[in-house]
């Protein structure tokens, strides 16, 4: 087997250092979710369900890491320390749960689940397939909590069916922007990617977006619809 470190290009080691940052953040932002939910009030089986997910999140930080090094990258993550925390707005405590819950949760980890079993596929250099192997299944289950929250949230309130529905074009605008054809990387993109580099869990930014629109008909029109919102 050909040595890890000189067999990886420099995009391999961009996609991991990034991916470190990337779980390190969301280890942070799920810790000060549980604090809403703590102060909210929320059932315990989710602010458990939350906690368990932020050890979660650090493992995948871990194991990005290990892959990185693996990877021959040297250089420490990019952790922005501003992204660290959520914000409140002058709206009830129980309205920013709600936007967090849709955004990061009901949209972010459920794209997360075909994306990530999208790169594992091809994904063949050990420590990066166990990586993805742990990261895909943890996902599948911070993708429920997501789902899980907002219904406890819609038993609450009567007005969340409608704010939702209010929020989602913007977010879904978030999304295309990110990771869809409005981003100007996935619109130049050709689709060409090495199979070294897929070997190391990485796919092209035209992906993506494929995947992000599959997931628009495949989970998140079912999934609003069953809860009385269109998209």
């Given at each position: 087997?050909?040595?890890?470190?000189?067999?990886?290009?420099a995009?391999?080691?961009?996609?991991?250092?990034?991916?470190?940052?990337?779980?390190?953040?969301?280890?942070?932002?799920?810790?000060?979710?549980?604090?809403?939910?703590?102060?909210?009030?929320?059932?315990?089986?989710?602010?458990?369900?939350?906690?368990?997910?932020?050890?979660?999140?650090?493992v995948?930080?871990?194991?990005?890491?290990?892959?990185?090094?693996?990877?021959?990258?040297?250089?420490?993550?990019?952790?922005?320390?501003?992204?660290?925390?959520?914000?409140?707005?002058?709206?009830?405590?129980?309205?920013?749960?709600?936007?967090?819950?849709?955004?990061?949760?009901?949209?972010?980890?459920?794209?997360?689940?075909?994306l990530?079993?999208?790169?594992?596929e091809?994904?063949?250099?050990?420590?990066?397939?166990?990586?993805?192997?742990?990261?895909?299944?943890?996902?599948?289950?911070?993708?429920?909590?997501?789902?899980?929250?907002?219904?406890?949230?819609?038993?609450?309130?009567?007005?969340?069916?409608?704010?939702?529905?209010?929020?989602?074009?913007?977010?879904?605008?978030?999304?295309?922007?990110?990771?869809?054809?409005?981003?100007?990387?996935?619109?130049?993109?050709?689709?060409?990617?090495?199979?070294?580099?897929r070997?190391?869990?990485?796919?092209?930014?035209?992906?993506?977006?494929?995947?992000?629109?599959?997931?628009?008909?495949?989970?998140?029109?079912?999934r609003?619809?069953?809860r009385?919102i269109?998209?």
């Amino acid at each position: 087997m050909p040595d890890p470190v000189t067999s990886s290009s420099a995009r391999v080691r961009d996609e991991w250092r990034a991916r470190i940052a990337a779980e390190y953040t969301s280890a942070a932002i799920t810790q000060h979710l549980v604090l809403w939910l703590i102060q909210a009030g929320a059932p315990p089986d989710l602010i458990d369900a939350g906690l368990v997910i932020v050890a979660d999140e650090l493992v995948h930080s871990r194991l990005s890491h290990e892959v990185y090094t693996a990877a021959g990258g040297t250089e420490p993550p990019a952790i922005d320390r501003d992204q660290l925390a959520l914000q409140r707005t002058a709206d009830p405590l129980e309205h920013d749960i709600l936007r967090v819950a849709v955004r990061v949760f009901c949209l972010g980890e459920t794209v997360a689940v075909p994306l990530f079993k999208h790169l594992r596929e091809r994904c063949s250099e050990d420590l990066a397939r166990t990586a993805l192997d742990r990261i895909l299944r943890d996902e599948v289950r911070h993708r429920d909590f997501g789902w899980d929250l907002l219904d406890w949230l819609l038993d609450s309130d009567a007005t969340v069916t409608a704010r939702v529905g209010a929020a989602l074009p913007a977010m879904f605008a978030e999304l295309q922007h990110s990771y869809g054809t409005a981003n100007d990387v996935v619109a130049a993109d050709d689709g060409t990617m090495t199979d070294g580099d897929r070997a190391w869990g990485l796919a092209p930014p035209r992906d993506y977006a494929e995947i992000l629109a599959r997931t628009v008909e495949r989970d998140y029109r079912p999934r609003f619809a069953a809860r009385g919102i269109t998209i």
